[in-house]
């Protein structure tokens, strides 16, 4: 499914092709809370990063968030003008990049149930919504992004759009 994107301003837009397109994960590390959640948590998906197409690279800036004292291999993008989150890429998982929901102008699927992680890190302002059928862990669940889709036959095949 191809996945189109751009920051508040305009001034970056993107497309990458995602097999796995449904916004389920909430996750409510400090990093990902104050870099691109509203709700006290962001929600990432997965793309394919040899299919990133991006207009407006000039105006993108890079941030390494620190974990535990060292800086981390996660690259976050953002808009240099305005601050929207765009998506992260890891050089540990060099074929995938993981742009944020919130900066996809596509439809995206609705998920059935979500998964709602890191929630040691969450503060005591948020209350997570966490509904009948959903996942709730401490930390990271052992699933993956494309180990969720699969066991829910949601993953869109390659080339399907």
């Known amino acids: 499914m191809r996945l189109d994107g751009s920051c508040h301003?305009?001034?970056?837009?993107?497309?990458v092709e995602s097999d796995t397109p449904y916004p389920y994960m909430r996750c409510y590390c400090s990093i990902c809370r104050k870099t691109a959640g509203g709700g006290g948590y962001a929600i990432n998906i997965m793309g394919r990063a040899?299919?990133?197409n991006v207009e407006g690279a000039d105006s993108i800036t890079v941030f390494h968030a620190r974990i535990d004292g060292q800086s981390s291999s996660g690259e976050r993008r953002f808009c240099k003008h305005c601050g929207s989150a765009l998506w992260v890429f890891d050089e540990a998982?060099?074929?995938?990049?993981?742009?944020f929901a919130s900066a996809i102008d596509s439809d995206l699927p609705v998920p059935p149930e979500r998964v709602h992680l890191m929630l040691n890190y969450a503060p005591q302002w948020v209350e997570p919504e966490i509904r009948d059928g959903d996942d709730a862990f401490p930390e990271y669940p052992a699933e993956s992004i494309a180990g969720w889709h699969e066991r829910r036959n949601l993953t869109v095949g390659k080339g399907e759009s």
């Open 50 to 52: 040899d299919t990133l």
């Open 93 to 99: 998982w060099p074929d995938l990049v993981h742009p």
């Open 9 to 15: 301003c305009g001034a970056v837009r993107f497309s």
